[in-house]
């Protein structure tokens, strides 16, 4: 990765085309002329060039564009329209800049902006919407933040927060009761706050008077969902609006669902050649039946199940759960030198019925990918002895930074900082971690520190402690723990990254399995504007670590790893668990405020054999129809064929 490419935001064809275009503002206050269009009144209040949003690391892949507030009769509404591309060396293309225009949001779908002044870089703010989670960071390359917010107060109601005086809350008309979704027991939780939105507005007019204004900057084409929908109920907002929660984990909104849905398509089939799968059960599949819902929230689907047929659906094929995998029967699947001669059917053993906590320690590895199954115990030795070095030395790295160049490195004191405050709030009621000046939380921040300077572009999200945390208890060894957890986010690390296309696509597929397995509750979703499948959030971000004892969790996540029956099987039992409380859901009439809380207060009441029994179950039964139905790509990805992620490491190594 070239330096330039990280850090020179003046070289890439959307800087030029502003250029082009004129870099200097148009702000247009209250008391000078404003532009206006005679067939409707609306009139451009405030027109900002060089904003732009970054949707991936690279500063030449950043998308700039024209931010305007948009006044029309008593309603305020805000566009960003990126510019059309004028190099044919752009990296993206004009299909992918469209995903991300904003098109006249009003501001009463708006609840709060957040300002940030960096020491170094460019100004950006980030708007949160009333259904609770946030756009992209607009980053203001030219300046006019202050402006931005200044012309906003003008036109509505803009109260700074008494808890950050970066966060500006709009239309704050009452002193509203400040809570959190502390339920959700995450730091920094996302706020989930809906208001409704009685503005209307023909959108046609004002997107045609922005082109006219814009002189052909924009081709004209809008993809993201329209904020015209039926009111919301109403909900507080949360009580924090970090930083660090909004940009890696906030991004779950109809506005995401709307550009995952035009990536891989509406339709039922989404275009998607089935996996190949192994599957025992499809008869059912081949005949639709009917089910009872209204007519005016049916989808098309050509498979639809009938629920109650799913009721039973464990009883015939979800296979009864197994002992643990113990010492003796663990030795018959290896041969004299330590490699194990049946990978499939070790995996398949650990599905039905887990390892005893003294196989955790040899058998993780393999699951993980850290050892290949083919390895002998010898080799395993000696990788052991290999990435111990690899690991100290990587460590060494943020070891030896004096406190001279700490005070020059602000990435890594904020990284430092947010590590040291979660990890003395991770798992403290266990014994392993448990008392003041323990080891064990030591060595649990070392590791996660190491591993911010291993994958620096990824570097540290809240929730990664969790995931941690049964690793280093189960290897009781920092160096291997540290490998089993690469490996580990190997796989899940697309959930934290930055535009949150990890979330997206396993929260578009959970809605799309549930639309296949359980149709009434799908459409009870749909009516209750709840197809965001946001309270589910945590269950996929940690791979359900607050739904279960602790115990129980490291057995769930062993079932998990052996990707058996699939390597997305985390969904079905997410579709399992909201299939057994659907009676409840629905004949409580549950809101989305409701159904979050009652999704969170499910923690610790979950029978675990049952729901992996069900989610065996609603998994074979699903079959290839089900897997057409999940995003290639989705994570968590298989290992690779040698079973070891390290293949491809060398594989880079060697190009």
């Known amino acids: 990765m070239l330096e330039s490419e990280l850090h020179d935001l003046s070289d890439d064809a959307d800087y030029a085309a502003s250029q082009q275009q004129g870099s200097a503002s148009v702000m247009l206050r209250s008391d000078s002329a404003k532009q206006s269009s005679p067939r409707n009144g609306a009139e451009i209040v405030f027109s900002k060039d060089n ?27 805000m566009t960003w329209i990126p510019y059309k591309a004028h190099s044919s060396e752009a990296r993206l293309s004009d299909k992918d800049r469209n995903l991300y225009t904003i098109r006249a949001v009003p501001f009463t779908d708006i609840r709060s902006i957040r300002r940030h002044n960096p020491a170094l870089g460019w100004q950006y703010v980030i708007v949160v919407l009333s259904s ?5 960071p607009l980053y203001f390359y030219s300046g006019g933040v202050k402006e931005f917010l200044a012309t906003i107060k003008q036109h509505v109601l803009l109260v700074r927060s008494e808890e950050d005086a970066n966060v500006f809350l709009v239309n704050d008309f009452q002193n509203t009761l400040q809570r959190t979704l502390s339920s959700l027991e995450m730091p ?32 004209g084409r809008f993809s993201v969902n329209q904020f015209h929908g039926r009111p919301r109920h109403k909900v507080d907002p949360a009580r924090d609006l970090s930083i660090q929660v909004l940009e890696k984990f906030s991004l779950v909104t109809r ?13 039922q089939s989404n275009g998607f050649s089935p996996i190949d799968r192994r599957t025992h059960i499809q ?33 015939v094929w979800g296979k009864p759960r197994q002992p643990p995998l113990g010492s003796e029967e663990w030795n018959a699947f290896l041969d004299s030198e330590g490699r194990v001669t049946d990978s499939e059917a070790l995996r398949k053993r650990v599905f039905y019925g887990g390892l005893d906590h003294e196989l955790q320690n040899e058998v993780w590895g393999l699951l993980l990918g850290y050892y290949p199954y083919e390895s002998t115990y010898a080799e395993r030795e000696f990788l052991k002895s290999v990435k111990k070095l690899e690991y100290e ?14 005070k020059r490195f602000t990435k890594f004191r904020e990284r430092k900082g947010l590590i040291e405050k979660d990890v003395v709030r991770t798992d403290r009621s266990l014994a392993f971690y448990e008392g003041d000046d323990n080891p064990n939380v030591n060595v649990l921040r070392d590791i996660l520190l190491t591993y911010s300077f291993y994958n620096f572009d990824l570097g540290y999200c809240q929730g990664m402690s969790d995931l941690l945390s049964p690793i280093l208890f189960v290897m009781d060894n920092e160096s291997e723990a540290f490998w089993c957890f690469v490996a580990l986010m190997e796989r899940l690390g697309p959930n934290f990254n930055r535009d949150q296309n990890g979330m997206h696509s396993q929260l578009f597929a959970l809605s799309k399995l549930v639309e296949l397995l359980d149709s009434p509750l799908h459409n009870y979703f749909k009516q209750r504007d709840c197809l965001n499948y ?18 129980k969790t490291m057995r769930l996540w062993e079932v998990l790893w052996t990707h058996y029956p699939s390597e997305h099987l985390h969904l079905y039992v997410c579709v399992a668990i909201l299939k057994r409380y659907r009676g409840k859901i629905i004949g409580e009439q549950m809101d989305f405020d409701t159904l979050l809380k009652f999704i969170n207060e499910l923690s610790g009441h979950i029978d675990l054999d049952a729901t992996l029994r069900d989610a065996e179950a609603l998994c074979i039964c699903a079959g290839e129809n ?27 190594e060697i190009l």
């Open 626 to 652: 089900g897997a057409a139905r999940i995003p290639p790509g989705t994570p968590p990805s298989l290992p690779h064929e040698d079973g070891s992620f390290y293949a491809q490491q060398e594989q880079d």
């Open 534 to 551: 946001f309270f589910c959030f945590r269950w996929i971000l940690i791979q359900f670590k607050r739904e279960f004892e602790y115990e």
């Open 51 to 77: 904003v732009a949003i970054h949707p991936t690391q690279f500063a030449s892949e950043r998308i700039s564009g024209r931010l305007k507030l948009i006044k029309q009769s008593s309603s305020l509404f």
């Open 132 to 136: 609770g989670p946030s756009y992209p």
């Open 255 to 267: 506005f995401a669902r709307e550009t995952t849905s035009q990536l891989f398509g509406e339709n």
């Open 283 to 315: 008869t059912n599949l081949d005949h639709p039946k009917s089910s009872n819902v209204e007519e005016n929230t049916s989808v098309e689907s050509p498979v639809v199940l009938d629920s109650q047929e799913f009721d039973n659906l464990s009883l």
């Open 393 to 406: 030395n990587i460590k060494n790295q943020w070891q030896s930074i004096s406190s001279a160049q700490a």
């Open 188 to 219: 920094r939780a996302v706020p989930l706050a809906c208001g409704p939105s009685n503005t209307s507005v023909d959108e046609s007019i004002l997107i045609e008077n922005q082109e006219r204004a814009d002189n052909g900057a924009n081709d």
